[in-house]
């Protein structure tokens, strides 16, 4: 069975920051581009951070110089987010898909559960 598991969310302040953590499981997702979405209540769900399988990393304009991604070479892929701010809020969910990193969450074969940040002001 394939799953990608989600860990590190939580409540902070804004300005502080946390580390997200994805682990897959099931199968080898090296080869799979890897990325971050986040969904706010009442908003779309929004690809937040991706990287493909050689590295490539490409970010949403709100969190450029804020948020890190990065992967290992095992089946891990991470977040970095520093500087939070209140609209950082949001379920984040990880998923994987073959190819190249695409903004359409319809695109993405596997998704993680989802974890919760929550920035208060």
């Known amino acids: 069975q394939v799953q990608l598991v989600e860990s590190g969310g939580g409540s902070v302040q804004a300005g502080d920051s946390l580390r997200l953590s994805c682990v897959g499981s099931g199968r080898t997702f090296s080869r799979y581009a890897m990325g971050w979405f986040r969904q706010a209540p009442g908003k779309q769900r929004e690809l937040v951070a991706a990287i493909t399988s050689g590295g490539s990393t490409k970010y949403v304009d709100s969190v450029k110089g804020r948020f890190t991604i990065s992967r290992d070479n095992a089946n891990a892929v991470y977040l970095q987010m520093n500087s939070l701010k209140p609209e950082d809020t949001a379920v984040y969910y990880c998923?994987?898909?073959?190819?190249?990193?695409?903004?359409?969450?319809?695109?993405?074969?596997?998704w993680g559960q989802g974890t919760q940040v929550t920035v208060s002001s």
């Open positions: 998923a994987a898909k073959v190819g190249v990193v695409t903004p359409n969450r319809w695109h993405y074969e596997y």
